[in-house]
């Protein structure tokens, strides 16, 4: 790719360096400063920095639609759908020259036509219809996760409840061992932080792209792979079992796709909705007048959740490649370019929400674009939704207060941010 940068369009270079930095996500005023910069003097602008192609930064809402709304046009592009290193993507070239497999095929990686008849396969189980028969469920895991509250006054959130939750909902979705909970925990934190050595450990040094190393990938399959096999041999009622016996225009769906599948649905329904509520609880908690509104009126909750995933913004970017070329906010973007869509800023952009940076529980007219636009939309916006609303009635119906008990700690992340450390005092009902 070869962006042709005019001066005119490029950002200011200390900005495109901390645009690919993993620790300035984790200050998360930094980037909302930067992106708001941008918003405002350089709205679609050209990023160029070290280690990496020079890339497009969609910084505002509508465009981001605009992009969405044509997914032929603007592809996800395999394995340049996440930013990723020159570095990073030579060796998966690497790899597949040598007839290695790719990290991963997903939803995520594929485009039209191949990628809706993928989607296909589970779009109706994740419909609100569909989901409908997990409330029960849900409901219980939420009622245990929020009951890990009692006997305290003041807790670890995201250890304790926030990142344990969705994951339970996770695995009840693809009916997975209860006991594999620390081990999933553990893998997809590290799948998603890759660069952020207090969560990944060593692993960090390996690691050069927005997701995670070769080498985790795999170990990640290799669990996925026995659950894909025993789903084909003993089909049960659940997603796992939908995708692992699923076929396209009559074919068997191969088992590297079947693995991959799961894989994404793991990781992406897990991080990001702990990070939405594990998000929500801290905003009430810095605001306790909004802890209060919701508390004397729970009819409140379903704008909460919204709010909450405006707030948060948990996913970061997704990159597209142009497969043609196109004029966009007066510039032109060129066949073969990269772009760069910055859910968060799409979320704070002035242009689209009244006071955006102020977390309003009652926002009007949110429409936020916390889980993407287009054909890529988010396929589990409505058990995100769903989970998120069940764990609120549960938590409000238990916590009469919540404070901050010590600072939080944002993670080191350019695709999945959230709190790895949420320190709260709460006093619970009698
Ligand atoms: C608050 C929670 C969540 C947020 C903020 C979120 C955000 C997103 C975003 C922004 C995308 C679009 C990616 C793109 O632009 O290419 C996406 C896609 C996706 N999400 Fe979520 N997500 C959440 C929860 C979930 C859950 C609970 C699941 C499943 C159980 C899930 C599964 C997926 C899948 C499979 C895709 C790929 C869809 C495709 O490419 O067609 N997500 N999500």
Known sequence: ????????????????????????????????????????????????????????????????????????????????????????????????????????????????????????????????????????????????????????????????????????VIMSLLDVPREDEDMLLSLTQRFFNPRDTEISGKQGGFSVGATSNHDLVHEMKAYFTSIAEDRRANPRDDVASVIANAKIRGVPVPEFDVVSYYMTIATAGHDTTASSTGGAVRAMAENPEQFALVKADRSLIPSLVNEAVRWTSPVSHFMRTATADYELRGQHIRKGDWLMLCYPSGNRD??????????????????????????HVCLGQHLARMEMTIFMEEFFERVESIEMAGPARRTDSILVGGLKSLPIRYRLAE
């Not at 690919?20 to 996500?25: A, C, F, R």
């Not at 409901?139 to 339970?168: H, K, Q, T, W, Y």
């Open 350 to 375: 002035e242009d689209i929400f009244v006071d955006p940076f102020t977390f309003q529980v009652d926002r009007k007219s949110n429409s936020q674009i916390g889980f993407g636009y287009g054909a």
């Open 1 to 168: 790719m070869n962006i042709q940068t005019a001066q005119k369009t490029r950002m200011p270079q200390e900005i495109a360096d901390r645009l690919v930095d993993p620790k300035v996500y984790g200050e998360f005023d930094t980037i909302h400063a930067d992106l708001t910069w941008l918003r405002h003097n350089m709205p679609l602008s050209v990023a160029e920095t070290d280690g990496y192609d020079p890339f497009w930064v969609v910084t505002k809402y509508k465009d981001m639609e605009e992009i969405g709304r044509q997914p032929r046009l603007f592809t996800n592009n395999g394995v340049r759908k996440t930013l990723i290193t020159q570095d990073f993507e030579a060796r998966a070239k690497a790899m597949q020259a040598q007839g290695r497999e790719p990290v991963n095929r997903s939803l995520l990686t594929m485009d039209q036509p191949e990628h809706m008849r993928y989607r296909l396969i589970t779009q109706a189980r994740f419909a609100p219809k569909g989901i409908r028969s997990l409330e029960a469920d849900i409901r219980g895991i939420a009622s245990r996760s929020v009951g890990a509250l009692a006997g305290a006054s003041e807790c670890e959130f995201m250890d304790r409840v926030a990142n344990r939750f969705p994951l339970r």
